[in-house]
């Protein structure tokens, strides 16, 4: 590699730079790490949070260029460079929002790119703040150089970063002429990912709108109008709505209720052809008792003292099968929904079958 020729003041910024290297290169290493913690805290979920400290040869070069507008290397503001890639354009804004609550920003110096309207922009549409740490954050006495060195932070999406590298691999946007026609699929690459980009962004509005409003109606007791999904049902279970049955069987011999996940009923409840958690409400008070009826028979013959929670709506898909005529084929069919298909299923159903025979919701 060619030796640069440096000017004095360019060579003394260089030498600064070589004494401060050991604070950079703790600075990049620990600041990535705060803030991961700090993007926890605030519920934020990131990809990635990359950093680097500008490389000695790479200083070299910018200073040879433009060594004498700096006038010392705190005017430098990008050789502690942080990289906060998210996974959704929102998202880039609450890291940004972060960053203002802990450190001080250099306004005049930070840029927001994504304002730029360039079609062929896409890649380049991050926000960069540079960043110092204030003393009220953290200070020491021995090292109060930590509190006047300025790094960069640039913010961008997966799909920019992705971007991005793509075109540094490809050597577009580096100045040297390139065919129209690869500029323009190019730039309607970057279209399409923009696009894709909100749309992402876009969706997840619409699915949190989603889940409050199921949280709602289900607080609300609104069952009927609630449409049975994945969503849907695990609201309903926070409401505990097979608690009182499980109660009322586990009062039958004392017994003490385990926690089970019930989650597992939802793919059972689509097999039996419910739509909403209305349907489900009106399954529990209309066969309570039956699945009531089944769990003294159960609890008479084997004298259980701890009982699974998931005890009740199993009783109670078994009420309404049986009920419904439903019998060996449909009992079989639920325990292959709750336990995954097995031979012993059969012989389940059929000892189900026989013990609930005779008991009274069966002759009504």
């Not at 079609?119 to 549409?125: A, C, K, Q, T």
């Not at 540094?168 to 923009?194: F, Q, W």
């Not at 793919?267 to 052809?273: D, E, T, V, W």
Request: glycine share 6%.
């Amino acid at each position: 590699m060619k030796q640069l020729e440096l000017d004095t003041h360019s060579q003394e910024l260089l030498a600064q730079y070589d004494s401060l290297l050991p604070i950079y290169t703790k600075m990049a290493d620990i600041i990535p790490e705060r803030l991961k913690g700090f993007f926890d805290e605030a519920g934020i979920i990131v990809a990635a949070v990359e950093h680097r400290v500008k490389a000695r040869e790479s200083l070299a070069g910018k200073l040879a260029l433009k060594g004498g507008k700096y006038r010392d290397i705190f005017d430098i503001t990008d050789l502690v460079g942080i990289r906060v890639i998210t996974f959704y354009t929102d998202d880039v804004d609450k890291v940004a929002s972060v960053l203002e609550r802990l450190y001080e920003i250099d306004w005049d110096n930070s840029i927001d790119k994504r304002k730029a309207h360039e079609i062929d922009s896409f890649g380049y549409l991050s926000l960069h703040y540079i960043c110092s740490i204030p003393e009220s954050a953290y200070f020491d006495k021995d090292h109060p150089e930590v509190n006047k060195i300025r790094f960069e932070v640039q913010m961008r999406t997966v799909l920019q970063h992705a971007w991005a590298n793509m075109n540094h691999d490809t050597g577009y946007k580096t100045g040297v002429e390139i065919p129209k026609v690869y500029k323009r699929n190019m730039s309607r690459l970057a279209g399409m990912l923009e696009l894709v980009d909100d749309e992402f962004s876009r969706i997840r509005r619409e699915i949190t709108d989603y889940r409050r409003n199921v949280q709602n109606l289900v607080a609300s007791g609104n069952l009927g109008e609630v449409q049975l999904d994945g969503e849907s049902f695990k609201s309903f279970l926070q409401i505990g709505p097979f608690d009182r049955l499980n109660e009322r069987i586990a009062s039958i011999n004392q017994a003490e209720i385990q926690p089970a996940d019930l989650s597992r009923f939802l793919p059972l409840f689509k097999a039996m052809r419910f739509n909403t958690l209305g349907d489900i409400a009106a399954l529990i008070k209309d066969y309570s008792d039956a699945a009531y009826q089944i769990a003294c028979f159960q609890m008479g013959i084997t004298d259980l003292d701890i009982i699974s929670s998931s005890v009740g709506p199993q009783n109670l898909c078994t009420a309404y099968i049986l009920k419904n005529g439903g019998g060996k084929p449909g009992l079989k069919l639920m325990l292959d929904e709750l336990n995954g298909p097995s031979e012993s299923n059969e012989f389940m159903a059929d000892f189900l079958l026989e013990q609930s025979k005779d008991l009274p919701f069966m002759n009504r």
